[in-house]
C-alpha cells in the first residue's frame, strides 16, 4: 500500500495549496489530480467526494496547526506572553506565506468559513469544532491569566472569542493588503479586549510589538 | 432606454442574491441570467466580463451600506452611542437576513476579501477602497470622542482598523454559528478597543446591550 497511501498524501497537498491560492468552489478534481500528478481513478479511490476531499484537508491542516498551538499556549512562559508569541508566530507564517507564493493567504479556516460554512452542513460543523478547539485552547490562558489576577474581562471563554475573533480580522486585512505586518496589532487588541496590564516581563522578550506593548497601547499601533 | 436599464437592474440583484448565498467563484453567467429573467446577450450589452459585474456587485452594494454608515455615524446621538447603533443595525441586518434565506449570510465585503483578493487586483483595490472608507469613518467617530476625552488608545486610525477587524471577525463567527448574536459582543469589544468609559447615557439608550455595556465589561459577555 506504500503507492497508495502515497497518492492520497500527494493529493491532500496539492489541495490544501490550490485552496488556499484559489478558495474551494473554483476548483475541479481533474485539475487536483493533475496537480498530485496522480490519475483521476485515485482520488475517488480515497475521496468519495470534493467535499470529503475538503474535510481531509481542514483536519490535515488543523492538526498540523493544532501541534502549534499547543507548544505555544502550553509552553514556559507566563500565559500572556505565550498569546503574544501566538500573534508572531502567526505573522510569520503569513509572511513566509507570501514570500513563496507572492500573496498573504490568510487563515485557511477563515477562508473556508466565508466562503462554505452556509453551504455545506459537514464542513460548516467541521469548521465550527476548529474554531470551538482554538476558543478553547485561548479561554484556558485566559483562565491562567485570570488566576494571577492579570485580567479584568468579565468571562474567560467571551474573552477568547473576541481575541480569536480579533485574530481572524486582522488576518482578513492582512489577506487583503498583502501585508503581514497588519498583525502587529494583535498584541495591544488582545491586551485590550482581555483587560489586562502588560505583563512585567514583556520588555524582556525579543518581541518585534514589545515596545509598543511597554508603552501599554489600548488599540493598535 | 427604459428596458435596458432594467435589465442591468435585475443583473445586479441576481448577481447580488447569488454572491451572497454561494460566493463568486461558483456561479457562472448563464445562471446569473436564468435568476435575473434575461437573455445572456444583455449580460455582455452591460458587462465585459463577470469580474466587471462583480466590481459592479460591490460599488452597487457599498452605495447602500454606505448611506446607512453616514445616517449612523454622523447622527445625533454621542459619538460611542453612534457606534453601538451601528453594531445594532448590522446584527438587525444579519438577523433580516437569516429569517429571510435561513442562514446569516456575513459581510459581502468580507466574504469576497477572503475568496477573490489575492485572485483579482482589481477586486482587491475596490475592496480596499471600501473597507478604507469604513475605517476612516469610524476614525471620525474615534476622533470625537477624543475630543471629548472619552477613550485612550493611542491612535485613532489604528483604533479604528481594530474596531473594524473586530466587526469583520465577529460577522464570520455569526455566519460560521448561524447566529446574528454572536455580533452582541461588538458594543463591549469596541469599548475596550478604545479604551473607553461606558458613556453616561448608554443606559438610558434602547439597546439590547445596555445592561452589559453599564456593567462596563470588557470583553464579550
Known sequence: MGRTSDAREKILTAAQSLIELRGYSALGVAEICKAAGVPKGSFYYFFASKEALALAVIDEHWAAQERDW?????????????????????????????????TVSGCMFGNLTLELSNQTEAIRARLQEVFDAQVTMVESVVAEARGRGEITAADDREAARSVVAQLEGQVLFAKLYNSPRRLDALWANCLAL?????????????????????EGVPAGA
Chains 1, 2 share one sequence.
Open 70 to 102: 499547543i507548544r505555544v499556549l502550553r509552553g514556559d512562559p507566563e500565559p500572556l506572553l505565550r498569546l503574544r508569541q501566538l500573534f508572531e508566530e502567526t505573522e510569520n507564517i503569513q509572511r513566509s506565506g507570501q514570500q513563496s507564493c507572492g
Open 194 to 214: 482581555l483587560g489586562a496590564r502588560v505583563p512585567q516581563d514583556a520588555a524582556e522578550a525579543p518581541a518585534s510589538s514589545a515596545k509598543d506593548a511597554a
